[in-house]
């Protein structure tokens, strides 16, 4: 209405890394953000954060993924303020990895994050009781949707890496197994798996019932890369399987499948739209609908879905597509097109992603006539020796903001020695 201002709403953000924080600016005008020291304890929060929080009219609170400190949600439901935990969606970028670019999807839910399977989400509650039969419209949409993604071949992350699946399996003679392996330290199977596993447990059960069957292991993305460190070393079940080790776009690795074996991988759903049978030893969202063979159930779940009302609930209306440019709200349709458009246009591999670093500076963290710049060349090395692959080019990007988001507080404490940074900011 005109001559009316809407006032932005103020929203308190919690565990938000600081190249997400223009992201979400951007995705959310909306909002008037107050982004929470990274790693703010529940000490901090009730001496601090509580009181700031309700001296604003109706506020809300974001929290990334779970990592909320003790008594927030509790704060919150005392205090009836809305609180939403955010995970990328199901599309998440043309990277073939956890890279720092702008995620094209994100999920908002109000219960708790998607692959919580202790509580409902409110992706389980949506898919729990939506009335999927009488929206035809919405079911239409999502078998186009479903062949869309088939023949474009978009997933989660995307990559066009060309690969000659019959020379990289070998020639077909039986039954061929996809073990997906995970982070194993990743919040989705600490909350979407409580019986605890590593991706060489997998290995071992899928070789277990599956005997005589050819065994691939697939890596994840991120430890390929070495964004992640791994938990358990692959060559320890080299006996079992054939390990991948190059970069595999997943629609590809689903070639000649008969069956899929994972934890809590979005790409055991992904299997399920490809018409492969997945066995899920933990219970990520996609599992408990009658579709999937299930290692853990999930009492509240139980109520047999066709794989297009699964699709319908999960990709169309529950999470939120986003232009990562102008950060204008997207359809999924919109969205999976630009991925196909991007990687049709490209004609040479695109160039690793480079972080734009801060300037030079004659003063403040950076010291006097900025001589700790001179710091970058000796600890990029040990940096490189200790840390993954993409730590050092994040390093020399901004080596405040890489030390000062560091889960070790000991190497917090160490990155402020080296280049002091505000205390509210730590």
Known sequence: MR???????????????GWKQAVFQRYFPECRFTFVPLYAGAHEFEKEWATRILQEQNPQIFVWSLRAPDGLRAF????DIPIFFIEDGFIRSV????????????????????FDCREPSDLERLLATYDFDADTELLTRA??????????????????????????????????????????????????????ISNNDLVRLAAQENPG????????????????????????????????????????????????????????????????????????FYAGWGLTDDRQPNARRGRVLT???????????????????????MSFEETVDGIRRHFSRLTAPAEPYQPTGPRWQAWGPYGILGWRHLLT??????????????????????????????SNPKFRLLGRILYPFDKEQV
């Open 143 to 196: 078998a186009a949707g479903i062949r869309f993604l088939l023949e474009t071949g978009v997933s989660k992350y995307n990559s066009d890496a060309a690969v000659d699946i019959e020379n990289l399996y070998g020639p077909k003679s039986g039954k061929r197994v996809l073990v997906i392996g995970q982070v194993e330290d990743d919040a989705s199977i600490q909350f979407g798996c409580l019986p605890a």
């Open 377 to 406: 060349p000796l600890v990029s090395p040990i940096i490189a020796k200790i840390g993954h692959q993409r730590d050092t080019v994040n390093y020399r990007a901004d080596p405040i903001q890489f030390f000062r988001e560091l």
């Open 3 to 17: 001559g009316v201002t809407v006032s932005a709403i103020p929203t308190f953000a919690f565990h938000i890394f």
């Open 95 to 114: 990277e073939a990895n956890a890279s720092r670019t702008p995620p094209l999807s994100l999920a908002l839910d109000s219960g708790t994050a998607y």
């Open 307 to 329: 794989i297009e009302a699964l699709f319908a609930g999960s990709y169309l209306l529950y999470p939120r597509y986003y232009d990562p440019q102008t950060g204008k709200p």
């Open 213 to 284: 069957a050819q065994i691939i292991y697939k890596p994840h993305p991120d430890i390929l890369n070495r964004v992640r460190l791994a938990q358990s070393d692959p060559q320890d079940v080299r006996h079992l399987c054939q390990i991948l080790t190059q970069p595999l776009p997943m629609a590809r690795a689903f070639e000649t499948i008969d069956h899929v074996y994972t934890i809590t991988s979005l790409a055991g759903f992904e299997a399920l739209l490809r018409g492969i049978k997945v066995t899920a030893y933990g219970c990520p």
């Open 76 to 79: 919150a439901s005392e205090h």
